[in-house]
């Protein structure tokens, strides 16, 4: 019995130490941590609509350029389409997770309301060189609030709108500019030679 629990500890360990294989293909694939990158598409689909919150058309624009940003600060997004290594299509999802102040609990659904509680972001990134994808991945975020020091400011101003019943529409461009974060370090963590 003490052999069976040290050996399922030790299976726990290892899967928790490992990091994940990226393959479209029985072989894996290995990119090169000097690697530029071109966004090829970029795709947005807003689930969760509401006037006092930002178009779909700015949320699509600032996701993008939050992500180009990030990754000209980590030295890898090239300067055109044909000198970068790999192309990417990106697909994400931003769904507004929406809360009516005016009570009761909050409803996963999303419901026309005032307050933005949280945000879900989903997005599948293919990598693509000479025209054909070398891997892909996917990540599901639920429930995503503002963390870090800037964060908890705009929680502070959350909490204050819903309070008073302003609701929170500046959170936004918080979400926004941070959200590409989570595909760059995607990418910095593809296995290289």
């Known amino acids: 019995m003490r052999f069976l629990a040290t050996f399922l500890a ?7 130490a490992s990091t994940p294989d990226y393959y479209i293909s029985p072989a894996p694939v290995a990119i090169p941590k000097t690697a530029t990158y071109w966004i090829d598409t970029f795709n947005v689909e807003v689930v969760g609509k ?3 919150f930002l178009p779909d058309e700015t949320v699509r624009e600032q996701l993008n350029s939050d992500l ?11 300067s055109s389409r044909e000198t970068a290594d790999y192309l990417l299509d990106v697909n994400t999802v ?15 659904i999303v419901a026309d309301g005032t307050y933005l509680a949280s945000v879900d972001f989903s997005y599948q990134v293919k990598v693509k060189k000479d025209g054909a994808e070398v891997l892909h991945f996917a990540q599901a975020r639920e429930g995503l609030m503002p963390a870090g020091a800037m964060g908890q400011m705009q929680n502070m101003k959350s909490m204050l709108g819903a309070l008073t019943n302003k609701g929170n529409s500046d959170v936004e461009g918080y979400y926004t500019g ?3 974060r989570f595909i760059v370090d995607d990418l910095q963590a593809i296995p290289s030679r």
């Open 10 to 16: 030790l299976c726990f360990l290892a899967g928790c």
């Open 68 to 78: 180009v940003l990030r990754l000209l600060d980590a030295n890898r997004y090239a």
């Open 94 to 108: 931003y769904a507004r997770r929406i809360q009516d102040t005016q009570g009761g609990f909050m409803n996963k």
């Open 50 to 52: 509401n006037e006092r």
């Open 178 to 180: 941070v959200l590409s």
